[in-house]
């Protein structure tokens, strides 16, 4: 094999894959990262088994083939060299040698025949959607997800697509988020499967507020294609919770608030909060709520807001950061907050989106 390319745009390349690969992995091949020619191109991929990212880069082919090569070496080596054109030829005994301008590096690869193979999918059983879209399901929900590895169904989102409607939903235990949209086409079958927090990960680091998405569903796989990457994960198993089960109906009155008022009042609480006193207090009044933080050798803090609420007084306690986590990314200038009372959660309805914290204690 033998390339000529532009260090910058090889370097995005390199950048948009080399993520998921692990410096722990106890099998050498799974450090490296696959480069082989495709017609006039390159194909970049690399893996840990549980989600692969492959991605294509034009380039100018001197010579077909392909190699493995140590990932992280391979994008210092190329972070570092001068701009403008780079060569990467493939000798004997899967050396690679690597030549920028007035400069040249020597690396020893892995045959390529010992890479993973990427899984093969149906594109006629796709569903695509803009990537603003999926975007934005994702940072509205992708922050309620578990990190508990003794709950490891909820360590991920659920992503169901029935009828028309895309809806991801994501739960803790404690809080829970789902969004739903419409989609224009739809898989022949039901969809339901948990995307693992890692491919979300790479999903959001990947989509951009331009352009399609494609979403294939495969065996104990899916494959998201974003303008030519593509992203292939393994599905966690196991059954989801019964989220509709939590879900409670709409109540009246609500209490109306303005998002940046109630989210600041949140965060200067939360700078009392401590590991073992974490709950922030909220006493609800018919024109105001006061927010207030006790903890115990530390200080206290008390702020009030104004409200609009026609409903009975009480107290109620709250994680901070299960509040503070939806209302940062909301862009509505006011919301309706519904409040049962002390022992009950509280919901946000916004249109096709609903959030959902259970309380604490005070």
Known sequence: MKIKTNKDELLLGIQTVQNVVSSKSTLPILSNMLIETKNDSIKLNTTDLDIGISCELPVNIQEQGGITIPA?????IIKELPSGEVVITTRKNNQVDIEGANCRFKLLG????????????KEKD???????????????????????????????????IFDKTFRIVATDGRRLAKIEKEIINTVKD???????????QELNRNLKDTGEVAFVPGHNQVLFDIDGILIATRVIEGEFPNYNQVIPKAISPKIEVFTQDLLAAIRRANLLSTPDFQAVKFEVFGDKIIVSKTTP???????????????????VGFNPHFLIDVLKNLNEEKIELELLGSDKPAVIRLGDYLYLALPMRI
Do not use: C, W
């Open 72 to 76: 992280k070496r391979f994008s210092d």
């Open 110 to 121: 892995l045959p390529k025949d010992e890479f993973p193979k990427f899984p093969e999918f």
């Open 126 to 160: 796709s569903v695509r959607l803009e990537q603003s879209v999926l975007k934005e399901m994702l940072r509205m929900t992708s922050f309620a997800v578990s990190h508990e590895e003794s709950r490891y169904v909820l360590n991920g989102i659920l992503l169901e």
């Open 190 to 200: 039901d969809v339901k499967v948990i995307i693992p927090l890692k491919a979300v």
């Open 297 to 315: 050798e530390v200080g206290e803090s008390r702020e009030e807001i104004p409200v609009t609420y026609g409903g009975a007084e009480f107290i």
